[in-house]
């Protein structure tokens, strides 16, 4: 099959980055277009919550690639225009500014937005952390030492809450979880964080939800709980997980559900194909749809999709790879392989919870899905092939 004349890529993050760059190394010389609904050039989003949150960081280090090599790609650039509409029939993309991209082979890498509150639209010190915008936005306020309250106690919040500290604010993190972090590292991991985030003054309400941000003039003065309490703050970070942008893709014909639902090798049909936060696809030993949100998976899917439009979907390969991502809390490296949400069995292998400095291994259904280590990232990744390799629990807890 010949390489499809026209390539367009609607998601100018990392994992659309990947795509362009994936296709011009294998030689692909047709027309490749780039639309991005930020005006940014693609950046890297883990450090919004970390060094540019903590003011370590400057907006042009975020920079995925330098603009010069950007312009080696000899793309259509189409930045600050979203995508809004998609005719498959005829191949065509409609943007924001009223013009309209055509394509051969599409691919679809529009990533996710930050979930918000009800009723929070507008509300000035209400924060979600998302976009170069929203991290620079939070950053603003947390210059002025405001009592932060954070929504959620996932990796935003957590690594939120820890910087607002290092920068000398009054902390305080609500979560319906029992522990911070708690859903992905379970109940002891998540305990630990818990004690270590308290150490360094975080007042932590777990196992309750907010109900309410409570406002004046339309700015945030705080939440209410939702059994009654309220607790006052100056501003408030909503950290409650984020969901994929699909709507511009109604009436296209392109299936949605949780994301863009591919096959195996990320092809979802009609000359369509989806890499990153927004694509959905069976686990090709497993058959269970995923969605993954994670940094390294968007590139390694980029790559993916890159290597089958140019092999054609009937001679494309499904994807697999072992999901990566890492957290800095402190002086607390917390990195994860594989899939521990849903464990029925958590172990550590390595190192204790009173150190602060161990190995955990994750199992379901007997098998290792997945691994997680603090302060150790060699000994964690020795775990990655029994993660990759599905091998018995017993059979590595015991290695």
């Not at 863009?260 to 749809?289: N, R």
Request: charged fraction near 20%.
């Amino acid at each position: 099959m010949s390489a499809p004349s026209r390539i367009a890529v609607v998601g100018a993050s990392a994992a659309g980055l990947s795509v362009v760059e994936g296709v011009r190394r294998a030689g692909y010389a047709g027309r490749l277009t780039l639309i991005g609904e930020e005006q940014h050039l693609p950046y890297d989003r883990p450090p919004l919550s970390k060094q540019l949150l903590a003011g370590e960081w400057d907006t042009e280090r975020l920079l995925l690639r330098a603009p010069e090599a950007i312009t080696t790609l000899d793309l259509d650039l189409r930045l600050g225009s979203a995508a809004v509409a998609l005719d498959t029939r005829a191949g065509e993309i409609s943007l924001a500014d009223g013009s309209r991209v055509g394509y051969d082979a599409l691919v679809v890498a529009t990533g996710t937005r930050a979930r918000r509150l009800r009723g929070t639209e507008g509300v000035a010190g209400v924060h979600v952390l998302r976009t170069l915008e929203d991290a620079l936005a939070l950053r603003e306020d947390l210059a002025a030492r405001p009592h932060l309250l954070v929504v959620g106690g996932g990796f935003v919040g957590a690594e939120a809450a820890a910087v607002a500290r290092g920068l000398g604010c009054e902390v305080t993190l609500v979560t319906d979880t029992a522990q911070p972090m708690s859903d992905a590292l379970g109940d002891d991991l998540g305990a630990m964080l818990r004690a270590v985030h308290v150490e360094h003054g975080v007042r932590i309400e777990s196992g309750v939800l907010v109900d309410q941000v409570l406002t004046a003039d339309w700015q945030a003065t705080g939440v209410r709980l939702a059994d009654g309490r309220t607790i006052a703050a100056d501003a408030v970070l909503v950290g409650i997980g984020a969901q994929p942008n699909v709507e511009w893709l109604t009436g296209s014909g392109v299936p949605v559900g949780n994301g863009v639902e591919c096959d195996a090798t990320l092809y979802a049909g009609s000359g369509v194909w989806a890499a990153g936060d927004v694509a959905s696809w069976p686990h090709p030993h497993t058959g269970e749809p995923r969605r993954i949100e994670h940094r390294t998976n968007a590139a390694e899917q980029g790559l993916a999709v890159a290597r089958n439009i140019l092999a054609g979907p009937e001679h494309a390969t499904p994807f697999d790879s072992v999901p990566y991502v890492w957290s800095d809390q402190y002086d607390l490296k917390v990195q994860i392989y594989g899939r521990t949400r849903g464990a029925d069995q958590v172990r550590i292998v390595e190192g204790s919870l009173e150190d602060r400095k161990l190995v955990a291994l994750y199992g379901k259904g007997g098998r290792v899905c997945g691994v997680a280590g603090v302060n150790l990232p060699r000994a964690t990744r020795t775990y990655r092939n029994a993660v990759a390799e599905a091998v018995p629990f017993e059979e590595a807890s015991v290695a």
